[in-house]
């Protein structure tokens, strides 16, 4: 049957044709981005929420944080979001609800991805001021918190602390030389011109943390100990964490140093929970994110001069 061209006309204005929207292979439709409320140090307590990663088919990728001078920060904010809007969550736990607002453009290379907290809202805080998690010591600031755009927090995984056994800290300890070794932040033995070290042992280190999940995977961190003679790049001894995980009955392997932990929380939903870390450097800030049981990671880093 034939219409006449004013009952087609019609028909358009009332049914317009849908076109489905062009999805990139790599892109999830509604993207779930992973920021940090941070408590920024100095006479008044200022705060922000920095952008950091996103999720995407093939897991998470961090936003661009490699800039190296002005125009790099210039180019880095056209890819971020101009306003968010976050669930603030600990421990498996929302805290609050807050929106943030990205600046005019990042000042300097430590400001890349931090956006601005809309309003005046309650900030929500864990414990006390530490420098744990502070870019100077001698100003603390509370620790960081994780920021969500989707209602996703929960720890499947139920990650717990635990004190680790003398064995257990005896065979990460013997890891401390493959820690170390492909590092240019530690070294080992070179402080006060003591000879190179070639292994350790648990008299070399001390537990710093422990946490194991209802899988039986395991996650240590240990503090070499002044006697192990590791060293910083200005020849005092290494204060960074060593970190590492046991999966199941698998053998104990290192995921990273000079890192410290943030949360546990399952971000994207699918039932398994992702790890996130601050990165504890010189002149380095920055997080980690891990997956599918420490396998995968994605890290966004920054320097602060």
Request: charged residues 25%.
């Amino acid at each position: 049957m034939d219409f006449p061209s004013s009952v087609l006309r019609t028909i358009a204005i009332l049914f317009p044709l849908s076109l489905p929207t062009a999805v990139s292979a790599d892109q999830v439709p509604s993207p779930i981005i992973l920021g940090v409320l941070e408590n920024v140090p100095g006479v008044y307590s200022l705060w922000d929420v920095r952008v950091v990663f996103e999720k995407i088919r093939s897991g998470w990728k961090s936003f661009p944080n490699d800039a190296l001078s002005e125009e790099d920060l210039k180019e880095a904010i056209k890819n971020y979001p101009r306003e968010m809007s976050w669930a603030i969550v600990f421990r498996g736990k929302k805290l609050a609800e807050l929106e943030s607002r990205a600046p005019r453009d990042f000042t300097h290379y430590a400001s890349i991805g931090q956006e601005n907290i809309a309003g005046y809202p309650k900030i929500p805080t864990v414990g006390k001021r530490t420098s744990k998690f502070a870019e100077d010591p001698s100003e603390p600031v509370y620790r960081p918190l994780v920021a969500v755009s989707k209602p996703y927090y929960a720890d499947p995984e139920h990650w717990e602390s635990y004190t680790p056994s003398h064995d257990e800290l005896d065979d990460a300890s013997a890891h401390l030389l493959m820690a170390v070794r492909d590092r240019d932040d530690v070294y080992p033995g070179w402080c006060d011109d003591k000879k190179p070290r070639y292994g350790f042992t648990a008299n070399d280190a001390a537990i710093a943390a422990g946490y194991k999940n209802k899988l039986g995977d395991e996650l240590l961190a240990i503090r070499a100990k002044t006697s192990a003679g590791l060293c910083d790049r200005t020849g005092d001894s290494y204060a960074g964490l060593f970190w590492f995980y046991r999966g199941g009955k698998e053998s104990i392997r290192l995921i990273g140093a000079g890192l410290r932990l943030v949360d546990f929380g399952d971000y994207d939903h699918d039932g398994k929970s992702e790890e996130l870390f601050m990165i504890d450097g010189q002149n380095r800030g920055g997080y980690s994110l891990f997956w599918d049981q420490f396998k995968k990671s994605s890290s966004f880093a920054f320097s602060f001069h």
